[in-house]
C-alpha cells in the first residue's frame, strides 16, 4: 500500500488488515512505554490547510509513538499565504525528504492530486478533502464498532478485543444529518459496506447528495421512523457544517436551527427506542444542542470519547502499513497492504 486516499476501492482484505493492525497498536498503547521504534529515521509530514483538532493531533501523536520525526506545516502562518501553490510546496517537502505527508484541503481531490502529479515520492494520507473523503475517520469508526458489537468490550471499552479477522457483517449502521457536505458519510458508506454492514442514511431531503442512490445503503427521511423500525446497533450522528452553508443558520438547508433538531437531533428520548446494545457515535467535534444533545453526548452508550482515542491506534496502523509494508504489491489505496506475520508480531 503505498498511499491511503480514499475507502471507495478499499479491499475487505486491506480493511481488515487495517483494523486488525489497529488492535495491536492499540494493545500497545496501554503500556507504560507507548513508544515504538518501527518508524525511527523516517519522516512525516502533517500539511494541514484546513482546520483541525482530532486528525492534526492524533496523527502527530501516532507518529511520534512510531518514532517518526515529525514536521507540522499549517497553512495560516505559512507561504500559501503568499500566494505559494500545492505543488510548490509539495515540491519543497520532496526536497526536505519527506516519507509521508498527511494532508487536509478543503478541495475535494487535493490528496489524489498530491499522490499522482509526480511532485513528491512519498506515501499521502488523506486526512480530509473537502466534502469528498476521510479514510482514516471511517477505519477508526469501523474499528470502534467492531470492539463493540463483535468484540465485546463491554460498556466502559476496557474488555479484551475477541474481534481481531472479523467483519461487521449483519450490523446496522444510522448515519444521520448532514450527509451532503460529509465526507466522514461518504467514507463510511463504503467502507462499511466492504465490511458487510447495513447502512442508512438519514437526512433531510436538502441535505442528501444528488446521486446517492449509487451508494451502497438506504435512505430514509425519517429518523424516528428509522430507530423505531430498523432498530440499528449504532447511531453515527454528522456534525451539521455550517461553515459550508450560505445564509443564516441552516441556510437554505433547513428552516431553523430548532426546527433541524425537534426532527434530526439525537437525544435520550431517541437513545431510549434502540436496543440496549447500541451505540452512540459522532466524529466531533459537536454542536452540542443541535445535531446531538448533551445527555446523549455524554450517555454511558457514547463511545465519542472512545473513538478519538481509537484515531491514534487506527493512524499508528495506516502510518505503519504505508512506510514498512511491500510496496510491489501496487501503488494504491487498493493494493494488498503486505506485511509479514512476523513483523506485525514483533509489534
Ligand atoms: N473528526 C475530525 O476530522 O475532526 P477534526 O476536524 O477535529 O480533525
Given at each position: 500500500m503505498k498511499h491511503l486516499l480514499t475507502t471507495q476501492g478499499l479491499s475487505k482484505d486491506d480493511a481488515i488488515l487495517l483494523l486488525d493492525t489497529s488492535a495491536q497498536?492499540?494493545?500497545?498503547?496501554?503500556?507504560?512505554?507507548?513508544?515504538?521504534?518501527?518508524?525511527?529515521?523516517?519522516?512525516?509530514?502533517?500539511?494541514?490547510?484546513?482546520?483541525?483538532?482530532?486528525?492534526?493531533?492524533?496523527f502527530e501523536t501516532a507518529a511520534k509513538r512510531l518514532s517518526a520525526d515529525v514536521i507540522n506545516f499549517s497553512a495560516k502562518g505559512s507561504s500559501v499565504s503568499k500566494g505559494e501553490s500545492l505543488k510548490d510546496t509539495a515540491l519543497t517537502l520532496h526536497a526536505m525528504g519527506a516519507d509521508a505527508v498527511v494532508v487536509r484541503h478543503s478541495a475535494s481531490g487535493a490528496a489524489h492530486q498530491l499522490a499522482h502529479a509526480g511532485w513528491l515520492d512519498a506515501g499521502v494520507l488523506n486526512a480530509g478533502d473537502g466534502m469528498h473523503q476521510h479514510p482514516t475517520q471511517a477505519l477508526l469508526d469501523a474499528f470502534t464498532i467492531r470492539r463493540h458489537l463483535v468484540g465485546n468490550v463491554g460498556e466502559d471499552g476496557r474488555g479484551i478485543d475477541t474481534s481481531a479477522g472479523a467483519d461487521l457483517a449483519g450490523i446496522r449502521v444510522a448515519i444521520v444529518g448532514d450527509v451532503l457536505h460529509s465526507r466522514v458519510a461518504r467514507s463510511n458508506v463504503y467502507l462499511l459496506h466492504t465490511l458487510g454492514a447495513e447502512v442508512t442514511l438519514v437526512a433531510p431531503p436538502t441535505l442528501v447528495p444528488v446521486g446517492v442512490e449509487t451508494w451502497p445503503c438506504r435512505v430514509s427521511y425519517h429518523l424516528?421512523?428509522?430507530?423505531?423500525?430498523?432498530?440499528?446497533?449504532?447511531?453515527?450522528?454528522?456534525?451539521?457544517?455550517?461553515?459550508?452553508?450560505?445564509?443564516?443558520?441552516g441556510g437554505a438547508f433547513f428552516p431553523s436551527p430548532m426546527e433541524y433538531s425537534r426532527k434530526f437531533g439525537f437525544d435520550a428520548r431517541r437513545l431510549a427506542v434502540l436496543p440496549d446494545h447500541s451505540i452512540v457515535m459522532h466524529p466531533g467535534p459537536m454542536n452540542r444542542g443541535l445535531e446531538i444533545s448533551a445527555a446523549?453526548?455524554?450517555?454511558?452508550?457514547?463511545v465519542i470519547v472512545e473513538q478519538v482515542a481509537n484515531g491514534v491506534a487506527v493512524r499508528m496502523a495506516a502510518l505503519y502499513l504505508l512506510l514498512s509494508g511491500d510496496d510491489s504489491a501496487g501503488s494504491d489505496t487498493t493494493s494488498t497492504a503486505k506485511t509479514s506475520t512476523d513483523e506485525r508480531n514483533a509489534l
Open positions: 497498536m492499540a494493545a500497545t498503547q496501554s503500556r507504560e512505554n507507548k513508544k515504538l521504534p518501527t518508524l525511527r529515521g523516517r519522516t512525516v509530514v502533517n500539511l494541514f490547510y484546513e482546520d483541525s483538532t482530532r486528525t492534526r493531533i492524533s424516528d421512523e428509522t430507530l423505531e423500525q430498523w432498530q440499528p446497533d449504532a447511531v453515527m450522528m454528522l456534525r451539521v457544517q455550517r461553515e459550508r452553508m450560505s445564509g443564516g443558520a446523549a453526548a455524554d450517555h454511558p452508550r457514547s
